[in-house]
């Protein structure tokens, strides 16, 4: 795959408010992508903010999913120039950016991933710029255009704030964090009226920007509501909660086969 073949993909489909359907990826194992990568999901995440991903880790696990044609995010552990420069170097194609809180953040943070009118260092040395392969021009056009910024809104500051953060250019998809949300609002339950309230005033915000809304869930049923309020890239768990149910399920067909649903 050319560094630049598929790179503007995920970008315009998340743009154009296309219904995107990913997952996020727990375990720094580049099987479990492989394996990924042979659905029919939009894109993976690779969570590098509550997963055990070191940087080697990481870019084996983007190896994968760039041989398998399957687009990568990575959410980040820190906002931090040089840690966005190294995932988008190994080749995602975008990030994920947790906490984003203000105008003013939003902008340093889609600052890190642009060349032009950016701060982000130039090098076609890596797995994005075909290992030297790429023409300068052709890679640094690529790059900015294809990159895909996500920020999510998951505290009180970036709630009040979301207008003027969906307004930053360069930000791609405001993304919901209910549980934090939750947890920010002193609530118990992410359906709570408080939290209920900002995931509502974050998707009015996005309306009026013109930038898509994209969300958690922990399944696809609640999707209708939320695709009614706009909302159009959703992730569905993770690798590891597809493992985890679909051994329950495996065992509760197995106790039901043999009689021994008690067991």
Known sequence: ??????????????????????????????????????????FVVFDAEHAPFDRNALDVCLLAARANRLPALVRLPNPH??????????????????HVQSAAGARELVATTRYRDGQRGFSPSGRAGGYGTAAMADHISAQDEGTTVLCQIEDTPG????????ATDGVDCLFIGR?????????????DPRVAAAVARTCAAGRDAGVPVGMFLPSVAATPAFRDMGVSVFVFGSDQGLLRSGADALVGAFRDAVGDAAS
């Not at 489909?13 to 720094?28: C, E, I, M, N, Q």
């Not at 120039?81 to 947790?98: C, F, K, Q, R, Y």
């Not at 709630?159 to 953060?165: D, L, P, R």
């Not at 934090?180 to 992410?190: K, Q, R």
């Open 1 to 42: 795959m050319s560094p630049s073949e598929s790179a503007p993909a995920l970008r315009s489909r998340v743009r154009a408010g296309d219904p995107l359907v990913g997952v996020f990826v727990k375990s720094s194992s580049y099987q479990v992508v492989e394996v990924l990568g042979r659905t029919g999901l939009d």
């Open 159 to 166: 709630v009040e704030n979301v207008a003027e953060i969906a």
């Open 81 to 98: 120039a040089d840690t966005v420069l190294g995932v988008l170097d190994m080749g995602a194609e975008g990030i994920m950016a947790p």
């Open 179 to 191: 549980a934090d949300l939750t947890v920010a609002y002193g609530a118990e339950a992410v359906d």
